[in-house]
Structure formats: C-alpha cells, structure tokens
C-alpha cells in the first residue's frame, strides 16, 4: 500500500526541485476535532498540521464589510491561515490561474507557500483570521504591486 505524502514532504520536495509554486500547492488542511457537549476544540502544531516552523503569529478582525485584506505575495513567508471565528474568502493567484477558498470553519486550515498573490474578502460579521508565518515580519518580503509580482514570476524570482 502507498503511503500518503504529508505537507511537510510535500513541500521539502518543491523546494529541493525549486519549483515556481502555483494554485495547486495551495491546501485545505483538515485539523485535529474533538467534540464535547461542553465545547469542541481545535489545534494546529508546527511541522504537523503546519507544514513549517512558526515565526510569527497574527490576526485579522473587525473588517468593515465589503472591505477584502492582503493583495500582496510573500517572496520567501509561507502562511497557514484558519477561521477562527466567521467566514471569508482567500482567493489565491499565480499569475496564470486563481482559486478561491472558503474558510468558515475553526477545524481547517489553508497552506499558501510563498509566490502567491493572495486577497481575503467577504469576511462575515464578526469575523477572525487566525494567520502563521514561516519567518518573522519583514518588510521587504511583501509585493504589493501585482505587475511587480507577475514579472517576478515570470523570471522566476518567486
């Protein structure tokens, strides 16, 4: 029987091959669930359920409706973003093709690899995103200008 890849291998092995990422490395992570009538509880572990060691942690509430958050690319941050609370819409590009993602559960996760335009929208009342960084908060990391970001991919910087 074939043993099934974990993200962690996943990704080691675009790394080692350099691969420009895309929409498909993009993953709806299912997190552990543990019910109880008094309340279930969720978690997510580094190196497990993340496919990275956590360097920053950070969240993103109170969003006035219609408003949408990111549009931008990491050139080196992996994120790993959960609906604590709420829903919303991550839509993820890689300059040729882009996919939308509903989060509105606190037991799934989404996996977005560095090189990927992203944008939240359509946070619902009272919405929380809970979001994971690979490396600690730089500047320098984000592409904000989405021209910039599709020349970067096309040579191959992201």
Known sequence: MRKKKTLIQIRSVIKIKNMAMTVEDV????????TDPRGNLSFVEQLNHIPFEIKRTYWIYDVPGGENRGGHAFRKNDE???ALSGAFDVIVDDGKERKRFALNRSYYGLYIPAGLWRTMEN?????LALEFGSIHYDR????????QFLKLKSNGEI
């Open 123 to 127: 946070f619902s009342t009272n919405s």
């Open 27 to 34: 993953k709806i992570v299912e997190l552990p669930k543990f």
């Open 140 to 147: 320098a990391d984000y592409v904000e200008d989405y021209v």
């Open 80 to 82: 790993f973003i959960v």
